[in-house]
Each structure stands twice: as structure tokens, then as C-alpha cells.
């Protein structure tokens, strides 16, 4: 690091980061003003939460006010013929970007502690959280300084920011549609890295989680994750790398030309392009979609338009069309085959049954008041039935349900099958097998759910009933003799049976 | 002493500065001339460090002026397009200036009443003239062994450009400094390089002392009793011929003495010769190029 140029940031910046600091403390101290002495904690909490906020906020303001002059013909000439190598200069900006966004960060949580917290949140606490800030902080400074150094316009670089901040996002879109579109019951168990991809892609969304798992353990699904720290030092790792090749190395020539960098525009609009069409592939391909065409032709035209953003001319070639067609065709040949093996053979997979203490069916359905096997889905206005259950096994009793749990996974089979041989139309019954910790646990592991499934017969309800409640709630839309609409309410099955035999 | 040899910069696929050699002395100013595009900017910032070379060397006193930070103290330059960060002043600048080079604050003080700026005036509000009169006061303040200058007098009134000059003058006289200048205003050039250097295609096409070779280059105005044509006069180095009625105006590359003696053996009846200044000898061998 530069002393003198360190020093000279900082005098000759003084007011702006001034400014900074006291908008950033005092947003931190709102939470002083709805003090509520029965919830201390929850000052600190919220202080720290917006604290956090305001730290990503200007890890991304920071880079853009300090590496500017990268992007300007006219100040490039100005701040590369200084007396201060590169590498000085960049070390210097990305320790100020850290000293104020961690800074401020500790002043104000340090301030919330000692004056409103400190008989609550332990010592022990407050350093683990500030240990993990300070790492986590140094590393979004790093990348988002990264991410800003690649584009060769300050527009851009802001732009590619929000792109690569948003990106984990999309992602991690596209593989829920994935797993819900295209694998029968979402067949990955709890602790699937596959489930984590958006938050593994995004260091913001990391830091967030284990903010909250150490200020507040028992909210937090997961705990502390440590294993968070092995992506975030690879994303420091690789910000650095990426530094190195477009700050220190970088031809000062770059400055206002276009950003055509493969990590830019080049790379941002292409992925986005690409997970787009791969959830719009995976709903064509596992349901009917109507107005396709119009949501391609948007497409198209956004896809167009960010090129023209991106090469500053509105000349249309035939690259991104024939680029556009190739992802389209790609996409769609790539979800019918996923498709046609069920989910890549992921469907198949075994099941994570007994990990934890307890395995729950979960199962509701619409259907025909006078026969309960009979579906509904395509007829709400006429009267109808609402029927659940759970059934909650206790694992290490699951000897005594031997004969009911073989049936389950005899209808949880069948269920996949339907779920890729959908001629049926549409089904209302759901389906869901789950693990639990503890029997009023909120929260639910290795969670499997079907749609599409048959409605159960009465005979099947009945021997699930003798494991459990079966709840049938007949829904009334139509006045039919003594019936009248808002008559009913929830009923056992054994209840709703002699209802609908005095009823008949 | 500045001593660059054989360096290449492209843009892209073009290659702006072709395997360039140049040589500036101590004490010396150094007239960078030629066409838009012929690669003098490209050339000052590399000199100054902004562009790292791609091949060969630029050294001053023997140390790289890209990778030397103690070198790179000892450049001022003055891009062409002058950069103050928003809402800086005189004064603000000076914390930057004393922060990062060798700031001699009474220099300051002598050439902030010379360029007669104000020192807490918001630079943004400054004429392109005043601004570059900024730049020109810090780089000088700095006391420069090497100054780099990218069309230094562009924006600059008759005034200004006559401190400015007054003010390299000073600095020649008190320091060892060198200096590189770039200008379309070739006539002000003249009257303060020594020497000069001719950029053509990203490369040297002539440079050398300045009054020698002005020396080389003559205009001859010649008349005769009877014709001549073109090449009667073959053996002489012709850059430029041209004849009204039996008058022949003629531009001769050589030793004026030699040349005139062979002029003469062809018994003219008027024989005038006129020396050329750094605009003429410029185009005289831009043409001779082309």
C-alpha cells in the first residue's frame, strides 16, 4: 500500500466519505428509536441486518467512486502516470473500500452493543460476527471491485455489478423450475449441494445466511455453514486473479472503448439468454404453455436490445439472431431429453427416507363429493370435497408401519409414472413425502413432492385412517336441497361418510 | 538523457508506434511534429508511462519510465485532454502534487502569479486556456527532468504562450531537464526546440538538430536568359520545383554554399536564396515522403 496516495484519498475525499459514514451510522441507529426493552436483542439484530446492507452498499458504491478513473481517457492519463505502480494503487483503493465499508460497520454494531446489548448478545457473539464481517466484507470488496474493473465504461461497470449480483439469482431460478418442472417429486434429498447452487454462486447471499445463523441461531435451518468459507475465499481468490489481469495489467487504451471483455457483456447476455430459455424449455416441455410464441419474440427483442446496449449501435447483424435460434433449438433439444430419461434419471434416484426422526406423507386433494377417487380439478363451481392428511411415522417405529408405508411407496411410484405420462390434464391432488426433527417441527428435510397423482380411492382412505386423521372439508358452491352454501365444516372421513349417506 | 529504442504499440490490430527509435539530451526541447493519427500522443504516454510498451525500451537515465516509480517522480506530463477531479481547486491539487512528487512550493508560488490563476477557484469553472495553464503550473512545480508536453499551446492566448515559453526558458537555464513537446503550431515550436523529431506512421521519419536542418534546406529563386527544365537541374536533391515565365522557384536539399555554386554554373541572371522555417521544412519532406 501507498501511504502518501493513501493519504491523499483520504484528504482529498474527506467530505464525500464523511457523508458516507454519517448516512451509514445513522441508518444503523434507526432502530434505537423503536427500542422495545421486552426485545433488546432485537435492536441489535436489526441494527446489524441494516448494517450488512449498507456494508454491500457501499462495497459496490466504493469501487465505482474510487476505480473510475480507469474508465476515462482523460483520467487515466492523469492516475497511470503517477509515481504509484498499479499494484499500489489497487491495494490502496480496496483497503479504503474495506477500512470504510467494515469500518463503519463496527462503529455502528460496536456502538448498538455496548449501548443496548450487552447483557444479551454475548461477547462471544459479537466477535464471531465481526470475525466473519471483516472476511466477508474484504471478499465483496474484491469482487465487486473485480467485476467493475471488466467492463471500460463506468455505465458498464455499474451495470455488470447488478448483472453478476443478480446472476446467482437467475440461476438458481432455473434449477428450481428444473426441479420442480422436470424431476417427478423434486427427487434431492435436504443436504443436495444442487439446492444451494444460487446461494453458493453469491457471496452476498452468504455472508447474509451466516449473519443470521450467528445472530440468530434458532431461526437458522442450516446453523453457522463453514463450509461457506471455501466459495467465498475461491470467489477472493478469483477476484484477484481477475484484478491482476484487468487492473495491473490492464492497457490503459480500454478506457470509453466497448466492453467486449469475455466476462462482460459478452458473457452476462449469452447466460442470461441461456437460463432463460433453459426455464422456459423445461415449462414447454412438462406442460402445455400457451403464448409461446409471444414470450420468445420478447425474448428476442430484449436479447436484441442488450446487444445494442452492449456494442452502443443499433445496427442489427446476423450473429445474435442466428446466436438466438441456436440457444432456442439447443435449449428445447436439451429439455425433451430431459424429459424422455425423467429428469436425466435423476427421478430415480433412492430416496432419503429415515435420516431424520421422523418420515410424514402429506396428501390433499379436490375431489367429487359422491365418489372421493374421482378428481376435480376441472370443475370448482359444482360442490366438492377437500381431502387431507399427514401421516407422521416416528423412524424408529417404522417397523409397526411396515404394510402403510409400502403402500405410500407404491402410490409415490405411480405418482412418477403419471407425473411424465401426463394425458390426464390437469390434477389437483397433491402429494409430498417429507422428514422432520421433531414432531412440531416447522421446517421439513428432504421434502419430495408430486403433482399429478390419482386421487386415493375411499378403501385406501380408510386404511390410512386408521393411522391417522383424514380430513374431508366438502365445499358447497351450489344450494342442493337442504345443503346450503357456508353449511359445512372440516370432518373426519368415518364423519363425512355417514354425512353423505344421510345426505344421498 | 531519454533514450527509447525500438518500441512498438498497437491498438487492437493497429500497430501505431512501429519499432520507434529516439534519442532527447539533457537540456534539450524537443519539437514532436507530424499529421493527425501519425501516433505523438500515443508516443507521450508511453514515454510518461501510461502505456507499457509491447516491445523495446524507453529509459530515462537508464531506469524504465513504466516500471521506475522513483523514475516515473521525475516525469511531468500534460495530456491533452486535461483531467481535475470534480470540484477540485488549485489548492486541492497541491495536497495531490505534494503528496505524490517532489513539490517545490515556492516554484508554485512563482508560476501561480505568472499564469495569474487563483489558487481556491473551482477548476470546472475554468476556460480550456486556464485549465491548461493549471496543468502547465503544476508540472513545473514539480521540477521535471522529463517534460512531457501534448499540445502544449493548445488553448493558450499570445500571452500565456509568451510566459510559457519564458518559463521552459527558465527552467533550461536552472535544471537539467528535458523536454518533449507536441503542437500543430509549428511556428511556435520553432522558436523554442532545438531539435524536433518527425513522426510519420508510428515511426521516426527524420529528426535531428533543428537549425541544422533547416540549414539543409533552401529556397532558390533563380532566373535565366534562356529555358531550363526539371532536369537540368538533376543533379541537385529537388524538393519542390516550380516555374512561372522564366522565373524558377526551387527548394534544394543540401550545403547551401555547394548548391549555390552549381546553380551558378548555370549562369542565371537572378539568383535569390531564402531560408525555410519549421512549418516549410515540414511539408517540404511530408511531400518529398509522399
Not at chain 1, 261 to 288: G, H, K, M, R
Not at chain 1, 366 to 386: G, H, P, T, W
Not at chain 1, 402 to 427: C, H, P, V
Not at chain 2, 214 to 225: C, E, G, S
Request: glycine content about 4%.
Amino acid at each position: 500500500m501507498n501511504k502518501n496516495y493513501f493519504k491523499w484519498l483520504i484528504r482529498s475525499r474527506k467530505i464525500s466519505l464523511l457523508f458516507f459514514i454519517l448516512i451509514y451510522i445513522g441508518f444503523q441507529l434507526i432502530p434505537f428509536t423503536g427500542f422495545d426493552p421486552v426485545y433488546p436483542k432485537d435492536t441489535f439484530i436489526t441494527s446489524a441486518n441494516i448494517g450488512c446492507v449498507l456494508s454491500i452498499l457501499l462495497t459496490i458504491a466504493m469501487p465505482v467512486y474510487l476505480f473510475s478513473y480507469i474508465h476515462r481517457k482523460s483520467s487515466v492519463d492523469m492516475y497511470f502516470s503517477l509515481p504509484v505502480s498499479r499494484k499500489e494503487q489497487l491495494i490502496t483503493n480496496l483497503f479504503l473500500t474495506w477500512l470504510i465499508s467494515y469500518g463503519c460497520f463496527f462503529v455502528g454494531t460496536t456502538l448498538v452493543w455496548l449501548l443496548r446489548a450487552r447483557g444479551i448478545i454475548l461477547l462471544r457473539t459479537f466477535v464471531a460476527l465481526q470475525l466473519f464481517s471483516v472476511f466477508s466484507i474484504a471478499v465483496l470488496t474484491l469482487f465487486h471491485t473485480a467485476v467493475y474493473t471488466i467492463t471500460n465504461t463506468v455505465f458498464d461497470g455499474v451495470v455488470m455489478i447488478g448483472a453478476y449480483t443478480l446472476l446467482p439469482v437467475i440461476v438458481e431460478l432455473t434449477v428450481i423450475s428444473f426441479l420442480y418442472s422436470m424431476i417427478a417429486g423434486r427427487n434431492l434429498p435436504s443436504d443436495s449441494l444442487v439446492n444451494q447452487i444460487g446461494t453458493l454462486l453469491s457471496p452476498i447471499s452468504m455472508f447474509f445466511i451466516n449473519t443470521g445463523a450467528i445472530l440468530e441461531p434458532e431461526y437458522s435451518d442450516t446453523g453457522f455453514m463453514s463450509l461457506y468459507l471455501l466459495p467465498m475465499s475461491i470467489f477472493a481468490l478469483l477476484s484477484a486473479l481477475l484484478l491482476r489481469h484487468h487492473f495491473i495489467k490492464r492497457k490503459a487504451e480500454r478506457a470509453e472503448q466497448l466492453s467486449d471483455d469475455i466476462l462482460a457483456y459478452p458473457f452476462i447476455i449469452n447466460v442470461y439468454l441461456l437460463l432463460v430459455l433453459l426455464d422456459l424449455s423445461w415449462t414447454v416441455v412438462s406442460d402445455s404453455f400457451e403464448g409461446l410464441q409471444f414470450v420468445y419474440l420478447l425474448l428476442f427483442f430484449i436479447y436484441i436490445v442488450a446487444s445494442f446496449v452492449y456494442k452502443r449501435s443499433i445496427k442489427i447483424s446476423y450473429k445474435p439472431i442466428v446466436l438466438f435460434l441456436i440457444f432456442c433449438i439447443g435449449t428445447m433439444g436439451f429439455a425433451k431429453l430431459g424429459w424422455a430419461t425423467e429428469g436425466f434419471g435423476l427421478s430415480s434416484l433412492p430416496y432419503n427416507l429415515y435420516s431424520e426422526k421422523y418420515l410424514c406423507y402429506q396428501y390433499r386433494a379436490d375431489v367429487k363429493l359422491e365418489d372421493l377417487s374421482l378428481d376435480n380439478s376441472d370443475n370448482y363451481d359444482e360442490n366438492y370435497a377437500n381431502v387431507s392428511f399427514i401421516l407422521t411415522i416416528p423412524t424408529e417405529n417404522k417397523a409397526d408401519y411396515k404394510d402403510i408405508i409400502e403402500k405410500l411407496e407404491a402410490y409415490r411410484k405411480q405418482s412418477r409414472s403419471r407425473f411424465y405420462n401426463r394425458n390426464t390434464g390437469y390434477s389437483s391432488v397433491y402429494f409430498e413425502v417429507y422428514n422432520k426433527k421433531a414432531e412440531d417441527d416447522y421446517r421439513e428435510y428432504n421434502d419430495y413432492s408430486y403433482t399429478g397423482a390419482y386421487p386415493f380411492s375411499e378403501e385406501e382412505l380408510k386404511e390410512i385412517s386408521r393411522y391417522c386423521d383424514v380430513t374431508v372439508y366438502p365445499i358447497i358452491n351450489k344450494e342442493t336441497g337442504s345443503l346450503k352454501f357456508g353449511d359445512l365444516e372440516a370432518m373426519t372421513l368415518v364423519d363425512f361418510l355417514n354425512f353423505r349417506q344421510v345426505f344421498n | 538523457m531519454l533514450k527509447i529504442e525500438h518500441l512498438s504499440k498497437s491498438f487492437g490490430k493497429k500497430e501505431v508506434l512501429k519499432d520507434l527509435n529516439l534519442t532527447v539530451n539533457d537540456k534539450s526541447i524537443v519539437g514532436l511534429v507530424g499529421i493527425n493519427g501519425a501516433g505523438k500522443s500515443t508516443l507521450l504516454r508511453s514515454i510518461a508511462g501510461v502505456y507499457e510498451p509491447e516491445t523495446g525500451s524507453i529509459m530515462l537515465d537508464g531506469r524504465s519510465t513504466y516500471h521506475d516509480m522513483e523514475t516515473k517522480k521525475k516525469i511531468a506530463f500534460v495530456s491533452d485532454e486535461a483531467y481535475f477531479p470534480i470540484g477540485s481547486t488549485i489548492e486541492s491539487l497541491k495536497l495531490f502534487y505534494e503528496s505524490m512528487y517532489n513539490f517545490d512550493p515556492d516554484a508554485f508560488r512563482k508560476y501561480l502569479d505568472m499564469f495569474e490563476l487563483s489558487p481556491k477557484a473551482s477548476i470546472s469553472t475554468f476556460s480550456k486556456g486556464m485549465k491548461r495553464r493549471v496543468s502547465l503550473l503544476f508540472a513545473l512545480a514539480i521540477h521535471p527532468k522529463l517534460l512531457l508536453l501534448d499540445e502544449a499551446y493548445d488553448g493558450l492566448e499570445p500571452l500565456a504562450r509568451l510566459h510559457f515559453k519564458q518559463a521552459l526558458t527558465d527552467l533550461l537555464e536552472d535544471e537539467e531537464v528535458s523536454v518533449v513537446i507536441s503542437s500543430h503550431s509549428l511556428k511556435e515550436l520553432e522558436d523554442i526546440c532545438d531539435s524536433f523529431a518527425m513522426l510519420e506512421n508510428g515511426s521516426i521519419m527524420k529528426g535531428g538538430d533543428l537549425t541544422e536542418s533547416k540549414d539543409n534546406i533552401n529556397k532558390y529563386q533563380l532566373a535565366f536568359t534562356d529555358e531550363h527544365t526539371k532536369d537540368d537541374f538533376k543533379d541537385l536533391e529537388i524538393l519542390q520545383y516550380e516555374k512561372e515565365g522564366q522565373v524558377y522557384k526551387l527548394v534544394i536539399r543540401g550545403d547551401m554554399e555547394t548548391v549555390e555554386a552549381k546553380l551558378r554554373e548555370m549562369n542565371p541572371i537572378l539568383l535569390n536564396i531564402l531560408p525555410v522555417n519549421f512549418e516549410e521544412l515540414f511539408i517540404y519532406e511530408l511531400e518529398k515522403k509522399h
